[in-house]
C-alpha cells in the first residue's frame, strides 16, 4: 500500500486547481510524480483507494513563518493557542486569530521551541477541499524545517520565477532568486545547495559552485521524514474520515484482490451450503410438526366421531369430556360446582367465616365472582393454590373470574 505525498499550492484551493504529487510505494522511496485537481488525485475515489494507505499534505514554504519561543511552565497542560498568542503578538503582522499555529514535535516547558505558522482560512479550506474529494488525510507537514545544525540551501520554481529557500537554526526564509539577493546575503559558502532541475544552471550561475538536482517529489519524500504534524491546535485531521478509509480500503481490496479470489468463493459456497441446510432443517421440522398434527387430530375424530374437523384438539377434547360428565350427572373440571367449590375453598381461612359472593357469572367455563373480601397478603398464596389444583384464576379488584386450565373462555 503506497503513500501518497500531496504539495498544496500557494493559492487558495478549488475544485479546478492542479496539485502536484508523489505516490510513494512505502514512503521512503520516490514513485509515480505527476499532478491533477482533487477529484482525480489517487486514493480520492473508492475504485483509486485502494492502492493508498497513508495521505500525508505538504503545506509550502511561502506559505509558513518560524518562529522560536520558550514556553512558560504549565503552558502544555491547557489553553496553548492563547499562550501562543500572546507570546508571539508582538511578532505577527496580521491578526492571530486569524492564524494558525503548530508547535514543534517533542516540545516541552521552559525550553525554547519553534513555532509554525500559517494563515488558518486558506489551510482550512484546503484540508476541507481534499476531504471533500474523498481524501482522508492521515499529517500535515511543512516542505523544509529549521535545522539543529549547520544549514542548508534549496533554489525552487522556473527559470523566470525561481526563489531560494533557506533553513538553518535560525529558520526557514525564503528569497527570490536575484543577484541582488546573492549578493547581499552572506550564504554559507559550504552549506549544501539543491536546485530544481529547471533552474539549476540559474542557481549554478547566481552562486558560482555546482549545485545537486532535486526534484520537488524527492523534496516531498524528505518532508515526509519529518516528525512535524501542523494537525494541531484546531486543524486536526478527521480520524473518524480515516478509520472509515481503511475499513472501505480493506473492503474493497477483499472484494476486487485476485488473492483474495479463493476466499471469496469459499465464503459463498460456506452460505450456499448454510442456507440449503436451514431449509432442509425447517423442512423437516414443518413435517414432523403436520404429522404430530395429524396424528392427533386422528386421535380426536377416533375417540369423538362427532368432532369432524380439528382446530384446537385439546380444547376441543376438554369441551367433549365436559359435555359427556354432565350427560351423565358428573361434574368437570370447568363445572360451575367445580370452580366455585375450588375458589371457595382457597378462600376460607381456618377460624374464620367464610367469605360470601355478593353475585356469581358463569358462562363458558368461566366463573366471575364479585364481592368476595380477599385480603392482599392472603391472595398470592390463595392463586398459587388454584393453580396447582390446574385452574387459572385473575383479580380485579373485587373481582375474581377462575376457569380450568386448558378450557375455552
Given at each position: 500500500m503506497a503513500t501518497l505525498l500531496l504539495t498544496l499550492p500557494i493559492e487558495t484551493l478549488n475544485a479546478s486547481t492542479t496539485l502536484a504529487y508523489v505516490l510513494s510505494p512505502d514512503g521512503l522511496g520516490m514513485g509515480l510524480q505527476s499532478s491533477a485537481t482533487a477529484a482525480l488525485l489517487?486514493?480520492?475515489?473508492?475504485?483509486?483507494?485502494t492502492a493508498v494507505a497513508h495521505t500525508v499534505v505538504i503545506v509550502p514554504t511561502a506559505q509558513l513563518s518560524w518562529h522560536r519561543i520558550t514556553l512558560p511552565q504549565g503552558a502544555l497542560a491547557g489553553r496553548q493557542r492563547a499562550v501562543l498568542e500572546g507570546l508571539l503578538e508582538d511578532q505577527l503582522l496580521d491578526d492571530p486569530a486569524d492564524l494558525h499555529f503548530a508547535l514543534a514535535p517533542h516540545a516541552r516547558a521552559g525550553e525554547p521551541v519553534w513555532v509554525?505558522?500559517?494563515?488558518?482560512?486558506?489551510?482550512?479550506?484546503?484540508?476541507?477541499?481534499?476531504?471533500?474529494?474523498?481524501?482522508?488525510?492521515d499529517r500535515i507537514v511543512p516542505e523544509i524545517t529549521p535545522t539543529d545544525q549547520g544549514a542548508s540551501l534549496c533554489v525552487t520554481g522556473s527559470p523566470e520565477d525561481a526563489w531560494l529557500l533557506h533553513a538553518s537554526t535560525q529558520g526557514v526564509t525564503r528569497w527570490p532568486l536575484t543577484a541582488a539577493t546573492v549578493d547581499w546575503h552572506a550564504w554559507p559558502s559550504d552549506a549544501p545547495l539543491w536546485a530544481e532541475p529547471a533552474v539549476a544552471a540559474r542557481a549554478e550561475k547566481r552562486f558560482g559552485r555546482t549545485v545537486a538536482l532535486q526534484s520537488p517529489g524527492q523534496r516531498a519524500i524528505d518532508a515526509c521524514q519529518s516528525l512535524w504534524n501542523l494537525g494541531q491546535l484546531g486543524?486536526?485531521?478527521?480520524?473518524?474520515?480515516?478509520?472509515?478509509?481503511?475499513?472501505r480500503n480493506a473492503v474493497s481490496t477483499f472484494a476486487s484482490s485476485p488473492r483474495w479470489r479463493p476466499t471469496r468463493w469459499g465464503l459463498v459456497v460456506l452460505v450456499i451450503v448454510n442456507a440449503v441446510g436451514l431449509n432442509v432443517r425447517a423442512f423437516q421440522e414443518r413435517k414432523a410438526l403436520n404429522a404430530q398434527r395429524q396424528a392427533m387430530a386422528a386421535v380426536v375424530k377416533e375417540t369423538f366421531p362427532k368432532i369432524s374437523v380439528v382446530v384446537d384438539a385439546p380444547v376441543q377434547m376438554q369441551r367433549e369430556i365436559s359435555a359427556l360428565q354432565i350427560a351423565k350427572g358428573q361434574t368437570s373440571g370447568n363445572?360451575?360446582?367445580?370452580?366455585?367449590?375450588?375458589?371457595?375453598?382457597?378462600?376460607?381461612?381456618?377460624?374464620?367465616?367464610?367469605?360470601?359472593?355478593?353475585?356469581?357469572?358463569?358462562?363458558?367455563?368461566?366463573?366471575?365472582v364479585t364481592g368476595l373480601s380477599v385480603k392482599p397478603h392472603t391472595w398470592a398464596?390463595?392463586?398459587?393454590?388454584?393453580?396447582?389444583?390446574?385452574?387459572?384464576?385473575?383479580?380485579?379488584?373485587?373481582?375474581?373470574?377462575?376457569?380450568?386450565?386448558?378450557?375455552?373462555?
Open positions: 489517487p486514493g480520492a475515489s473508492a475504485e483509486r483507494a509554525a505558522v500559517c494563515n488558518k482560512a486558506w489551510l482550512r479550506q484546503a484540508i476541507d477541499g481534499l476531504e471533500l474529494a474523498g481524501l482522508s488525510i486543524m486536526s485531521v478527521s480520524k473518524p474520515t480515516r478509520i472509515f478509509k481503511r475499513l363445572s360451575f360446582e367445580s370452580l366455585l367449590g375450588a375458589l371457595m375453598a382457597s378462600v376460607a381461612m381456618p377460624g374464620q367465616p367464610t367469605p360470601t359472593p355478593s353475585t356469581l357469572d358463569f358462562s363458558n367455563g368461566q366463573l366471575q398464596p390463595t392463586q398459587l393454590k388454584l393453580q396447582a389444583q390446574g385452574y387459572l384464576v385473575r383479580q380485579s379488584g373485587d373481582i375474581v373470574v377462575i376457569q380450568a386450565k386448558g378450557a375455552a373462555p
